[in-house]
């Protein structure tokens, strides 16, 4: 650590990097390469004296998300540049294999080389003769298969952060050590609170953005702001061994072996070997503290905890043998900052100019330089370069600020980080935390829930299950926590009726003189169309990209409330108090959602059951489809909403919470006699599927514009909009993609997302989702491919290693007339 920090500190400088970790400094390096040179580095301490200084350099590319596939591929591509400048990175590439050392570990790998094709990553599949071939240290026993990935690399931690950093200084970035920033000052209220001056034990620095690359420090600094970030810093252990091995030419790939939960890279002529340990432990973090770590804890490891180990080395000593005679020269016990889902804290926050790039879950150095690329984009330009929204930080609600949920959530992560994830699986820890009214009968109603953003939602109810349907169970990973009950009450909704708890959906409430003037600049279709409208619309950034997809409801002359997904609520309500700062509109913006109760009443039947509940019309001239009325239904208070997200004809009830399980017992009661069915969100997404509705986050993402979606009937080019100016370009040259629907040969193969999609043999797409529609009999998948590829091309849809051929058919499959809807 001989970082020579310039000792003038600027009083002023445009942007603030807090924190000189591979993060900050890839942050400020990138910002720099963008052209912002206005840029001050500050570090408490020395540079890499966080995290990375002990850091095990391993860097792996291929994740289940896409996007950070494709900045880990960026940080190894940025990595081997630099490696042939002046101040290399100690950048190796000497591949990594990942062992199968179970069935079902060997079926996850090759789920994961389907993935690998779709983001044209080159992976083979490998024997477990193969892959001792590449590292003679290990044994086979219990070796299904592995993978070999030949760009993945391991670099030196300490010697990238000083590199980043030189390369920053090298185009005009400040680099200040051993200054502290104690808190950081803003100006205004509400939505237009600013960031305007960072304090720092060596002076204050007027500036306009502030990015927090603090590591496990990072949700202390937030804090000075007043802003959550939900990071705890975990004990991780590894350790080098003696020399284990005779000099060798080409380095040793690094190997992974999940099963037995250990890690392992050439260190010299011996290892290194790590794991993440079944009982894990947590560092400073309690159930009524977050950020109390030491303000002295720079430079500094923990004591090694070698009884918690114990398991790690017994499991490494069976995979490589040789290590049990190894002679252990370093034992590292260092505190990473690691999130409840494992994922990344990126991009902005409500204070406008604050950023986050922390939590890096022990993937930091492997993320590192697609990080700085993507933040440093998102901090200059407003808006990221891909869809990042799984490591965006507003995806954490409310409960999250809470260090005891947040506490538990992130325990259970981390100690089941090697865990195979298999679809519809559940988490468990801080549950039940946020539930509907009428949960109680549903609980009491044979209901299997799943959890999202600390809602209980009901997925199935386990009790409409008929063994008929079992015939329609899908093969393979689908088949797994999979429910007939699911196929009983997506027959309801289509056959008779259905009755769906959405209180979980997020309502975002948009209210002041300038709302409805807001509203029309941030939608795509025209929202302000009176009192009691309900319209269907994006909200785009400047390149046209989908930000946010949502049901807008007008309440009142000066008043809208749009729903959207349950994860979404953060997200959507940043991304609107962004844009009413940015047009200076006089508004408030509230999440709502737990104020209101939403319940989903569809079907045929669903008319015959609500009309002797209300003194409301419910013929299709008072009350049409996408309109709203404020009316009673039986005893209670409601917002009907007549919208459907399942594709029949049907309304949204909406009531303030205490009247919901009241509500709902009345509805459950009067449909009886008209075989209303009480239905999950697993049906709801297979009916929605058939019905191509798109969902957020999978079909629809900021990378893709809605003529590419297929949502241009939303688009109103005739009004003024954020985004509208990409949308006429993109109108006027066409679309050189769009979302296509596949119907795959075999109903009983089903898509679970990211599965590469070929066409004569080129992987041309990846899925964005998929599953069974049970009405129309097909298993259906989505899927961006070039617009020269026509509906009736047969392409192939890589499951599971095996190529299903599937057919490209003009959606959607179901009504597609709208009928039902408008019945
Ligand atoms: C044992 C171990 C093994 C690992 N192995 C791997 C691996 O093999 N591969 C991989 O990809 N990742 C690995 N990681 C993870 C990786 O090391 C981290 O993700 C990464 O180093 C975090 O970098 P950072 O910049 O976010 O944080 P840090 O390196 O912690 O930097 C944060 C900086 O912020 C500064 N700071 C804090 N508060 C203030 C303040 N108030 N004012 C000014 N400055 C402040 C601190 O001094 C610190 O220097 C491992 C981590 C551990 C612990």
């Avoid at 004296?49 to 095990?56: D, P």
């Avoid at 002046?86 to 079926?107: F, H, K, N, Y």
């Avoid at 477990?128 to 590292?135: D, G």
């Avoid at 990211?754 to 009999?777: C, K, M, Q, W, Y």
Wanted: proline fraction near 5%.
């Amino acid at each position: 650590m001989t970082e020579q920090a310039s000792r003038t500190l600027p009083s002023l400088a445009r942007i603030v990097v807090v924190g000189g970790g591979v993060g900050g400094t890839s942050v400020a390096y990138h910002l720099a390469l963008s052209g912002e040179r206005d840029v001050v580095l500050v570090d408490r301490s020395e540079l890499t004296s966080g995290s990375t200084f002990h850091s095990a350099g391993l860097v792996g590319q291929l994740r289940s998300d896409p996007t950070l596939t494709a900045m880990n591929r960026y940080s190894v591509e940025l990595y081997s540049s630099l490696q042939q400048g002046d101040t290399p990175p100690g950048w190796v590439q000497c591949g990594s294999i990942r062992l199968a050392s179970t069935q079902e570990r060997w079926e996850e790998i090759q789920r994961q080389a389907g993935w690998a094709a779709s983001s044209g990553l080159e992976m083979s599949l490998i024997s477990a003769a193969e892959a001792q071939e590449l590292f003679p240290l290990m044994s086979t026993d219990g070796v299904v298969g592995a993978c070999f990935l030949p760009t993945d690399g391991q670099v030196d931690p300490s010697s990238l952060t000083y590199s980043l950093a030189a390369g920053a200084r090298a185009m005009g970035v400040q680099i200040l050590t051993g200054t502290r920033v104690l808190g950081i000052d803003t100006e205004g209220e509400g939505l237009r609170r600013r960031v305007v001056r960072v304090r720092t034990d060596q002076g204050d620095i007027e500036c306009e953005k502030v990015v927090d690359c603090g590591g496990m420090f990072a949700a202390e600094i937030a804090r000075m702001v007043d802003v959550r970030v939900p990071i705890v810093p975990m004990s991780h252990q590894y350790v080098v061994t003696e020399a284990m091995f005779e000099h060798r030419e080409t380095p040793l790939p690094s190997l992974r072996d999940p099963d037995n939960l250990v890690y392992y890279r050439q260190e010299v002529d011996g290892l290194v070997m790590g794991g993440y340990e079944r009982n894990s432990e947590p560092f400073t973090a309690s159930a009524s503290s977050y950020d109390a770590v030491p303000a002295d804890f720079n430079g500094r490891l923990l004591v090694p905890d070698h009884d918690r180990f114990v398991e790690i080395s017994e499991n490494a000593a069976i995979r490589v043998p040789a290590i049990a005679d190894a002679g252990i020269r370093t034992f590292i016990n260092g505190p990473e900052a690691f999130t409840p889902d494992n994922e990344f804290c990126l991009g902005p926050t409500d204070v406008a100019g604050f950023y986050v790039a922390a939590g890096f879950c022990a993937h930091g150095i492997a993320g590192a330089g697609g990080i700085g690329k993507v933040v440093a984009e998102w901090v200059l330009e407003g808006a990221p370069p891909m869809d990042l929204w799984h490591m965006d930080v507003r995806r954490f609600g409310q409960s999250y600020r809470s260090p005891s949920y947040t506490l538990a959530r992130t325990v259970e992560n981390y100690e089941t980080y090697y865990d195979i994830r298999y679809p519809a699986h559940e988490r468990s820890a801080g549950r039940p935390l946020r539930v509907s009214p009428a949960y109680a009968w549903h609980a009491a109603h044979g209901a299997s829930f799943g959890e999202k953003s600390g809602w209980e939602r009901v997925n199935v109810y386990e009790s409409n299950a008929t063994a008929d349907d079992e015939s329609w169970r899908p093969r393979g990973w689908a088949g797994r926590n999979w429910s007939p009950g699911v196929v009983a009450e997506h027959r309801a909704a289509r056959e008779a009726a259905a009755l769906f708890d959405e209180s979980s959906f997020a309502k975002i409430e948009v209210r002041g003189p300038d709302a409805a003037r807001l509203m029309e600049w941030v939608c795509d279709n025209v929202v302000a169309r009176g009192t009691g409208s309900v319209t269907y619309t994006q909200m785009l950034n400047a390149r046209g990209g989908v930000e946010c997809d949502v049901t807008v409801t007008q309440t009142a002359s000066d008043a809208f409330v749009v729903v959207t997904g349950t994860a979404f609520a953060n997200h959507d309500a940043s991304w609107l108090r962004t844009q009413a700062r940015e047009t200076d509109a006089d508004v408030t913006i509230t999440d709502v959602t737990g104020a209101w109760a939403c319940f989903g009443l569809w079907g045929p039947n669903a008319r015959a059951i609500l009309e002797r509940l209300t003194p409301q019309d419910l013929g299709n001239d008072a009350f049409p489809f996408m309109s709203m009325r404020e009316t009673t239904v039986g005893d209670v208070p409601v917002r009907l909403v007549r919208v459907t997200f399942v594709g029949e004809l049907g309304w949204e009830l909406y009531c303030p919470t205490e009247y919901g399980a009241g509500l709902w017992r009345t509805l459950w009661a009067a449909g009886e006699e008209h075989g209303l069915v009480a239905g999950g969100y697993r049906a709801i997404d297979s009916l929605r599927l058939e019905k191509g509705y798109r969902v957020w986050g999978a079909e629809l993402d900021p990378a893709h514009t809605p003529y590419e979606s297929g949502l241009g009937f939303c688009v109103k080019l005739e009004k003024d909009f954020l985004g509208r100016d990409a949308l006429a370009a993109q109108k006027e040259s066409g679309v050189a993609q769009r979302l296509a629907c596949l119907v795959l040969d075999d109903a009983a193969q089903v898509a679970l997302g990211n599965e590469p999609v070929r066409l004569d043999g080129a992987v041309l797409g990846r899925v964005t989702s998929g599953g069974i529609g049970f009405h129309v009999g097909s298993s259906i998948a989505f899927v961006y491919l070039p617009v020269a590829v026509q509906d009736g091309a047969r392409v192939e849809v890589g499951i599971f290693g095996e190529w299903v051929g599937a057919t490209v058919t003009k959606d959607p499959l179901y009504d597609p007339r709208s009928e039902r809807v408008r019945a």
